[in-house]
């Protein structure tokens, strides 16, 4: 514990988290825009911005340092995003300059943009004291299958969108560790009746473990697509250095291509998320276009030479 947390009151409050889209594409980082109200104690040198997993406690804070006030009075900061694909917490403390730091802040929850496995998480009144309590309320979940969707209530997923045995689908991928990245290569042949157009209502593709914890997702909005011609494939391809979507997370190609009644998909992607592929488990392979949804339950994976992992 840093110096005495009694001899500051809690930060009155983070206002809002949000992804910072600009920055995250022109660096391939994502960074997280923090805002927040200062607590009426004078003193104050600086701030600490504590990070967590949804189901693990604190670790060690990062110091944000003392930024000027808006004129509203709140204060803000840019952080380096985190590493990993799934849910957040955050909350902040105030330090003064002999050590002094403040109890933390209310919490504020990052989620993911994708299924949920589960429909309760941890919440922590301090860095130590955390109580699994219910998730909102419409989060959107699964259960037991992620094709069984539907939507948080209580802390139970009531399904409403039943899996069915055609959303079975065959894929192989391959992924080369890139420095502190992982580069994804991916291929899956999608069963039909499948009209192309489905992937205009949105496209998220989602890499979990055994548990269901999401280890990559990336989303594409449909107006990311374009078409090919004679309308026979829908390809999305990053433009250089330009803003890429919110939620692509490090997607660079991906191709929807007509094959019988079903669609063939490649793709590719660079993340930090994929640097480490679990080669000792069974993974999940999750495909949503749409209200249309695909998976392999059974995806394994081998480690090869290189700093590669074939799975399939």
């Known amino acids: 514990m840093r110096g005495d947390r009694r001899a500051l009151g809690a930060v009155a409050g983070i206002?809002?988290?949000?992804?910072?889209?600009?920055?995250?594409?022109?660096?391939?980082?994502?960074?997280?825009?923090?805002?927040?109200?200062?607590?009426?104690a004078e003193g104050v040198a600086g701030y600490r911005l504590y990070t967590r997993p949804l189901d693990a406690t604190y670790g060690d804070p990062r110091d944000v340092g003392l930024p000027p006030a808006d004129s509203d009075g709140s204060l803000r900061a840019l952080v380096p995003g985190l590493k990993g694909s799934g849910d957040f917490a955050f909350a902040m403390t105030a330090y003064t300059a002999d050590g002094a730091e403040s109890a933390l802040s209310n919490e504020l929850?990052?989620?993911?943009?994708?299924?949920?496995?589960?429909?309760?998480e941890l919440r922590c009144e301090t860095r130590d004291d955390c109580v699994?309590?219910?998730?909102?309320?419409?989060?959107?979940?699964?259960q037991d299958d992620p094709c069984n969707t539907g939507g948080c209530a209580g802390g139970a997923c009531a399904v409403t969108a039943p899996a069915i045995s055609a959303d079975d689908v065959p894929v192989r991928f391959v992924v080369r560790r890139v420095g502190r990245r992982g580069r994804l290569v991916a291929g899956a042949a999608l069963p039909g009746p499948l009209p192309l157009e489905?992937?205009?209502?949105g496209t998220t593709i989602e890499l979990r473990?055994?548990?269901?914890?999401?280890?990559?997702?990336?989303?594409?909005?449909?107006?990311?697509?374009?078409?090919?011609?004679?309308r026979r494939a829908l390809v999305y391809r990053r433009a250089g250095r330009r803003k890429a979507p919110p939620g692509?997370?490090?997607?660079?190609?991906?191709?929807?291509?007509?094959?019988?009644?079903?669609a063939d998909l490649s793709l590719h992607a660079v993340a930090g998320s994929l640097a480490s592929v679990p080669t000792d488990e069974r993974l999940l392979w999750v495909l949503r276009l749409g209200d249309r949804c695909a998976?392999?339950?059974?995806?394994?994976?081998r480690a090869a030479g290189h700093g590669a992992t074939y799975c399939g």
Do not use: Q
């Open 248 to 262: 692509t997370n490090g997607l660079t190609r991906v191709e929807l291509r007509m094959a019988g009644n079903g």
């Open 132 to 142: 699994v309590a219910p998730s909102p309320d419409g989060l959107t979940c699964y």
């Open 15 to 40: 206002l809002a988290i949000a992804l910072v889209g600009v920055a995250a594409a022109r660096s391939r980082r994502s960074l997280i825009r923090v805002r927040w109200e200062p607590p009426p």
């Open 109 to 120: 929850v990052l989620y993911a943009p994708a299924v949920h496995a589960a429909c309760t």
């Open 198 to 201: 489905a992937a205009l209502a």
């Open 209 to 230: 473990d055994a548990a269901g914890k999401l280890l990559y997702v990336a989303t594409l909005p449909g107006g990311a697509f374009r078409w090919t011609g004679h």
């Open 295 to 301: 998976r392999n339950l059974a995806v394994l994976c």
